[in-house]
């Protein structure tokens, strides 16, 4: 059984600062790994899907990364605004592309 | 483009009813797949459909059931409702094995 942790469970930076969050899985034979947002009380917002042959993907400010070998993924944020304040959680897809693992997210909150 | 729409965006209900939630997908998927996430927590796969059929399933009782029609909606229908069924239900759409895209959510509150 899949199980995906996501550490810390809450952050808190001054603005600009550049960040990492964590992302780690049992199971290395994943099909693909998503990185999500989460405002409060809202839908989940794809920022970066890694597909299991590929190492990172980049999106302006944010960058992701996949070592399969390790079980580890990482969201790096880089010169974080107020903006970004919200829930990330990364997700896991098996090989036949089923369901998703999701963690439970870190909580980051950025203060101006 | 919509996007993935969901509807009701709020719901009360009681225990022991019954609750349909309705999925829209994004134009272009055929894939609808569903999701609980219980404040504080990750989302927790419910099932997914494909062609009209429940493709995979999660952990959940039979009291879950769900239903894809020929233009790919979806509905999830919750019989017997508990405490516990209280959470933000999700849909996602993709297009076969690619990226799924969320809704909104449907905040479901049981009394």
């Known amino acids: 059984k899949q199980e995906v942790t996501q550490i810390p469970a809450a952050l808190s930076v001054p603005e600009g600062e550049n960040l990492v969050l964590n992302c780690s899985f049992t199971d290395s034979a994943i099909y693909n790994l998503q990185w999500f947002r989460q405002d409060p009380g809202k839908g989940l917002t794809s920022l970066l899907l890694i597909q299991s042959s590929q190492r990172e993907q980049t999106s302006g400010r944010l960058n992701a990364s996949l070592d399969k070998s390790s079980g580890r993924s990482t969201l790096y944020i880089a010169a974080s605004q107020p903006g970004d304040s919200a829930t990330y959680l990364c997700a896991v897809g098996p090989p036949n592309a089923g369901k998703s693992t999701f963690g439970d997210g870190t909580t980051l909150t950025v203060k101006p | 483009d919509a996007g993935v729409t969901q509807s009701p965006t709020h719901l009360i209900k009681t225990r022991g009813q019954q609750v349909t939630l309705r999925c829209s997908p994004k134009?272009?998927?055929?894939?609808v797949s569903w999701y609980q996430q219980a404040l504080g927590q990750g989302p927790q796969f419910i099932f997914q459909y494909y062609e009209e059929e429940e493709r995979q399933r999660g952990n959940f009782p039979d009291r879950f059931s769900g239903h894809q029609f020929p233009n790919y909606s979806s509905e999830l229908n919750v019989n017997a409702l508990l405490l516990g069924d209280s959470a933000l239900y999700l849909c996602a759409s993709s297009y076969s094995t690619d990226t799924q895209y969320f809704g909104p959510g449907t905040r479901l509150t049981v009394l």
């Open positions: 134009s272009g998927h055929d894939t």
